[in-house]
């Protein structure tokens, strides 16, 4: 085969890779409840944003 008929594959093969490391990466960021919409609360009170003032 020569470099022509690889290229492709190597997009390919290395879209397929990215992909399923965001899936794993998504899951455990869900596992490890990254995801919580409470940590605004957590880390901000009320006086902290000084834009609306």
Same mark, same amino acid.
């Given at each position: 085969?020569? %470099? +022509?008929?690889?290229?492709?594959? #190597?997009?390919? !093969?290395? %879209? =397929?890779?990215?992909? #399923?490391? &965001? &899936? #794993?990466? &998504? !899951?455990? !960021?869900?596992?490890?409840?990254?995801?919580?919409?409470? #940590?605004? *609360?957590? =880390?901000?009170? +009320?006086?902290?944003? +000084? *834009?609306? +003032?």
């Amino acid at each position: 085969m020569t %470099g +022509e008929v690889l290229i492709p594959y #190597i997009w390919a !093969a290395t %879209g =397929i890779v990215t992909l #399923i490391f &965001v &899936v #794993i990466g &998504v !899951a455990w !960021a869900s596992k490890h409840h990254q995801f919580d919409e409470d #940590i605004s *609360r957590q =880390i901000f009170t +009320e006086g902290d944003d +000084e *834009r609306f +003032e």
